[in-house]
Nanobody, 114 residues
Framework: VQFVESGGGLVQPGGSLRLSCVAS????????MNWYRQAPGKERDMVAA????????NYADSVKGRFTISRDNVKNTVDLQMNSLNPEDTAVYYC????????WGQGTQVTVSS
């Protein structure tokens, strides 16, 4: 099982980024997929979740109305469109789904700064 995140970078406040995650080694279309983030000195928190069919989506209150999660069950990818970014969104972002004991990917760093 592998999760490979990409798309992070340095962006100014108010800017946008699109993160992408490619998953492999399991039946992607059977599982809810989640995006998490971990800021320096803080715990890893879930920011968005999408059910296996995409019919059910949930967001953390801190990102509602700014972030959009989507998935492609043919390409085995899950994306996170992030708009109106602010410095509090600075973190390493991870995608993960499936079993709790599956390993995390390396994450992708998002830095929001002027």
């Amino acid at each position: 099982v592998q999760f490979v995140e990409s798309g992070g970078g340095l962006v100014q406040p108010g800017g946008s980024l699109r993160l992408s995650c490619v998953a492999s080694g399991f039946t992607f279309s059977s599982y809810t997929m989640n995006w998490y983030r971990q800021a320096p000195g803080k715990e890893r928190d879930m920011v968005a979740a999408i059910s296996n069919t995409g019919a059910s989506i949930n967001y953390a209150d801190s990102v509602k109305g700014r972030f959009t999660i989507s998935r492609d069950n043919v390409k085995n990818t899950v994306d996170l469109q992030m708009n109106s970014l602010n410095p509090e969104d600075t973190a390493v972002y991870y995608c993960k789904g499936g079993r709790s004991w599956w390993n995390w990917g390396q994450g992708t760093q998002v830095t929001v700064s002027s």
